[in-house]
């Protein structure tokens, strides 16, 4: 069986390709990083260098295929709604476009949880319990619209996937952030960092991707996935900095204050079309407030998904490589 991964060179990419390698089947990995792609290419895997948004490339690079994982996004919190609607949204049609003329029959599209995020605590949030629309930011809007495009293409048998909190060995995003705001100032903490939020092992990802190109049942449904295992979020933090050996500091901060200043820098930006991500968002607020987990049932029944990998053996993991390089 042969599968193209698109975002093959980003950091979900990169496992998603080693998942399917090792399973046996033929990979094309697709992305824009030539020096990362030639570091895949090897054993049962081609890497094509190319974009998504441009209709041309993937109508290339999907030549052939039995399935398509498109993993590729610009994932990020701020930005100009033209990149995020190019890339997420027009990608997405491209892609579908690329299955439909080269008669591809799976398809799994990585989307995001944060489409639930609102200003609530939400525990064991289901598949269906997604919003239509959610202005909070272009990202979430984004990836609603994306996944609006892939139900309407229902000639292609096509499942989505909302994974959550993805960290791992090559995270770009979430752990070293936190690091990073840890040594200047400290991390931002409401309530004492008690509110309950699920992270997943990039592995377990991967995993589930397999799964869902493997799945009969999975055609046309959307699944949830996590670690399964919801935690405090100080106790991921006090975790994770022990592990790596730095000690934590934590800023305790008013919510009705840092709304203000959320909502005064958003407006800042928004008018003076300011690029650069904001200071604090009321995207990063939300999730640094309240508790939200997702019930993964559905897939653990439909797909048989159960993480290989649990939170602290990811941690070890991401603590040693950093502290060997």
């Known amino acids: 069986m042969k599968i193209l991964v ?24 697709f992305g824009r990083n030539q020096l990362i ?18 209709l041309s490339d993937i109508l290339t690079a999907s030549k052939g295929m039995d399935a398509v994982v498109h993993a590729g996004a ?19 049609e491209n892609v579908l476009e690329a299955c439909e003329t080269n008669q ?64 791992g060995v090559g995270d770009t995003s979430i752990i070293p952030r936190l690091i990073k705001v840890n040594k200047k100032i400290g991390i931002p903490l ?9 992270v997943t092992c990039v592995e377990n990802v991967a995993l589930a991707i397999r799964l869902s190109l493997e799945s009969e049942k999975a055609i046309g449904e959307t699944y949830n996935i996590t670690n399964d295992e919801p935690a405090p979020f100080k106790d991921i933090l006090d975790q994770l900095h022990q592990e790596i050996g730095v000690p934590v500091r934590y800023l305790s901060l008013s919510y009705s204050l840092m709304y203000g200043v959320a909502s005064t820098l958003e407006k ?10 904001p200071l604090f968002t009321k995207y990063t607020l939300y999730l640094l407030k309240y508790s939200q987990t ?16 649990t939170i602290t053996e990811g941690i070890k993991n991401y603590a040693e490589h950093y502290r060997n390089h």
């Open 37 to 54: 792609g030639e570091q895949l290419a090897g054993d049962a895997v081609t890497f094509i260098q190319g974009d998504f948004t441009k």
């Open 74 to 92: 610009l994932s990020t919190v701020w930005g100009k709604w033209e990149d995020f609607y190019q890339t997420n949204v027009i990608g997405t």
């Open 6 to 29: 698109t975002g093959a060179t980003g950091f979900l990419g990169k496992y998603v390709v080693e998942e399917l390698k090792e399973a046996g089947y033929e990979v094309t990995a």
């Open 104 to 167: 591809i029959k799976r398809l799994v599209f990585i989307s995001s949880p944060s489409i639930y995020a609102a200003a609530k605590d939400q525990l064991q949030v289901k598949e269906a319990e997604a919003p239509k629309t959610n202005e909070l930011n272009f990202y979430i809007k984004s990836k609603l619209l994306a996944e609006q495009r892939i139900h309407e293409k229902k000639q292609i048998d096509s499942v989505i996937l909302r994974p959550r909190g993805l960290f």
């Open 190 to 198: 409401f309530d004492g960092g008690q509110q309950l939020v699920d």
């Open 268 to 277: 800042i930006y928004t008018v003076f079309r300011i690029t650069k991500e």
């Open 294 to 309: 997702l019930s993964i049932e559905k897939a653990k029944n439909e797909l048989n998904y159960q993480p290989k990998m």
